[in-house]
């Protein structure tokens, strides 16, 4: 480690932070060989990060074997009620139909010609066919690709089969309250069959096109899916696993190397719930700082305001006094009880360079997936030992208490194995 700053003698600690801007401005440069103008596109697979090597084992295997082995503890009901991402837009052209496995429904989503999107429940009530699975959109309907049946995205109701004198008033199939906003395509779901109690807010600057896309992470977490929100409320956490540097990468057995002890990020957290008529909604106030050998450096200086919507919603602004704003959508889609689709999508500012929005969400990358790890690993207590400095934790759980109802689905207990 002769090389690296945290080595160097205390007289010389303008040699260090020159080595650290040249370590960085080679990071960049790599950036802007990997191509500039591109929109940053990061998908990890499942079981690709968040688990610890066996050995003899291969990722995979390593990854199966510490699922086998967990206990996952007392969950909370495993589907929240409320918005969640399907699909971003883009990925869901005129006349195209895509089969959706989430929130332990399997759902068709189609668009029609005109632009309409809908969502129904994918299997045909008449044999069981798929009906995304090789139908067709035909005007406003999806077209079962098995008989020729055909459902009305508006209320589900059958409006042809063609060999049949009368459709029976009851053939329909179950519809689900959607909507589009964001460059994505949202479901809305509750166990008691609600409709919407509130909507999803559209961001101007990204409606308006003032902030375009600049790139987007997808991971998936092997947890319960309020313990992704929950780390907001957790601000003892933030020093230890976010306060090395992100040159220290996302393993947390080496992110506290003295390799990279001359730099630290330093979190200042505040969350609390929003009043009525947002109950629903939450807020997390992020001030980060940065020090170089102990130094301040101004030039790190930036404002998180994150805002939870919902269970599976967060608008993370990002403040600059130079680099200027943007914002990070973080959606989280349960597909599984334990299986969390977690997507980050950032929006920045045309004026900026792309490399700018693209640093940051590989930023933000590296610390989320230290977060999966612990998350991966982890037992949800129902009864933490806290202390007084924890709780903001109970806080949010009364707080997110509120999308769960008295018919939401439970897992079965746990049994202890019978040796």
């Not at 002769?2 to 303008?14: K, Q, S, V």
């Not at 409320?82 to 668009?111: H, T």
Request: hydrophobic share 40%; net charge positive.
């Amino acid at each position: 480690s002769g090389w690296c700053g945290a080595a160097l003698p205390a007289g010389e600690p303008g040699r260090g932070a020159l080595l650290f801007f040249l370590l960085l401005l080679l990071l960049l440069l790599v950036l802007l060989l990997l191509g500039c103008s591109r929109p940053l596109a990061l998908r990890r697979g499942p079981g690709q990060v968040g688990y610890l090597p066996a050995p003899g084992l291969s990722r995979g295997e390593a990854a199966r074997r510490a699922r086998r082995a967990r206990r996952a503890g007392a969950l909370p009901p495993p589907f929240p009620n409320g918005w969640y991402r399907l699909l971003d837009s883009a990925q869901l052209p005129r006349g195209a139909a895509r089969s959706l496995a989430l929130l332990g429904e399997q759902l068709a989503v189609f668009r029609t010609q005109d632009g309409q999107v809908y969502v129904v429940d994918a299997y045909c009530p008449h044999l069981g066919a798929n009906l995304a699975a090789g139908g067709r959109v035909v005007g406003n309907c999806i077209e079962c690709p098995f008989h020729g049946w055909q459902f009305r995205g508006e209320d589900g109701k059958c409006t042809r089969i063609p060999y049949a004198e009368k459709v029976p008033d009851f053939a329909r199939v179950r519809t689900w309250p959607s909507c589009e906003v964001n460059g994505m395509l949202l479901v809305w779901y509750h166990c008691d069959g609600v409709g919407p109690t509130w909507a999803v807010p559209e961001q101007r600057e990204v409606a308006t096109k003032e902030w375009v896309f600049r790139g987007q992470t997808e991971h998936w977490v092997d947890a319960h899916i309020q313990e992704i929100p929950e780390n907001a409320a957790d601000t003892a956490h933030l020093a230890f696993v976010h306060g090395p540097a992100i040159l220290g990468g996302s393993d947390l057995r080496y992110t506290r190397s003295k390799l990279w002890d001359f730099m630290k990020h330093i979190w200042k957290a505040e969350w609390q719930p929003e009043p009525e008529p947002n109950e629903h909604c939450s807020r997390l106030l992020l001030r980060h700082t940065a020090t170089l050998f102990g130094k301040h450096v101004s030039l790190m200086d930036l404002t998180v305001s994150a805002r939870q919507v919902g269970p599976g919603l967060v608008f993370l602004l990002f403040e600059h006094a130079f680099l200027g704003r943007g914002i990070i959508l973080q959606t989280v889609t349960p597909v599984e009880p334990l299986l969390q689709n977690v997507v980050h999508t950032i929006y920045y500012q045309k004026n900026v360079p792309a490399i700018i929005p693209k640093f940051i969400l590989r930023a933000e990358c590296i610390q989320f997936e230290r977060d999966i790890t612990v998350w991966n690993n982890k037992q949800y207590l129902p009864r933490p030992l806290l202390v007084r400095e924890d709780s903001g934790i109970q806080k949010h759980r009364r707080w997110y208490a509120q999308f769960y109802s008295q018919k939401s689905t439970r897992l079965p207990a746990q049994k202890s194995l019978d040796w």
